[in-house]
């Protein structure tokens, strides 16, 4: 079945500790997305990429990286410099960056700091 | 800047009962609108979507929402709620013309709790 995975399911971080959360796709989707979910707020766009070798900052991209080596692959790096990254991670692809096609969201990864 | 606002963060029926689900957006140009919905455990899936003509949708499970451009309103609807629709809804917008990509503005969510 074509989808999105993301792993771990569930992380933990220390304090001053990078990690970093895994996105795969096998849809063949050139788009590819992270949201940050938290209680009240909805899902707020961290980093996107409309291309491999591409992409672009979100509304909240302080405190994360990102890098698109592979079509497939979107891995995202919460930083120490993310001062609250205690959230849950949402990947999501389309079928290509251009407005209007509906996204393809994984199962999430929950962080939590120690 | 483009927002999305959900009146309603939780809502309570019993079964069989009507839902409505209130959507406000505050963008005036040419829209694309979805109803996400998350059930619990489970990854956020399409709902349905509203691109152009009829403004009235309809989505898998029942599910219908209607646009109202002059309000600026994509409300989501179903007649008689199952214990199986227990999820966080959410709405959200694009601006197809938003600079060549596809940015999802997302409202808040409501949680909905069917009670049998």
């Known amino acids: 079945d074509g989808g999105i995975t993301q792993s771990p399911k569930y992380l933990f971080r220390k304090e001053g500790q990078n990690v970093t959360l895994s996105c795969e796709q096998n849809?063949?989707?050139?788009?590819m997305y992270w949201y940050r979910q938290d209680p009240g707020q909805g899902l707020r766009l961290i980093y996107y990429s409309q291309i491999v070798n591409d992409f672009q900052k979100g509304d909240i991209a302080e405190g994360y990286s990102v890098s698109r080596e592979k079509k497939e692959s979107f891995p995202l790096t919460v930083t120490s410099a993310q001062k609250n990254p205690t959230a849950f991670y949402l990947c999501a692809s389309s079928i290509s960056g251009g407005g209007g096609q509906p996204q393809h969201f994984g199962d999430g990864t929950r962080l939590s700091i120690l | 800047a483009q927002s999305v606002s959900q009146h309603n963060h939780h809502v309570i029926l019993s079964e069989a009962a009507s839902l409505e689900l209130g959507c406000n957006y505050s963008?005036?140009?040419?829209?694309?609108l979805f109803w996400y919905v998350q059930y619990p455990g489970q990854h956020l899936q399409l709902l349905l979507k509203y691109f152009s003509g009829d403004p009235l949708v309809k989505g898998i499970k029942g599910f219908e929402a209607e646009f109202i451009k002059s309000k600026f309103s994509f409300n989501l609807r179903k007649p008689s709620v199952q214990w199986s629709d227990t999820a966080e809804y959410f709405c959200a917008v694009n601006n197809p013309l938003s600079g060549g990509y596809n940015k999802l503005i997302f409202g808040a969510g409501t949680r909905l709790a069917v009670h049998p």
């Open positions: 963008y005036g140009g040419t829209v694309n």
């Open positions: 849809l063949n989707h050139d788009a």
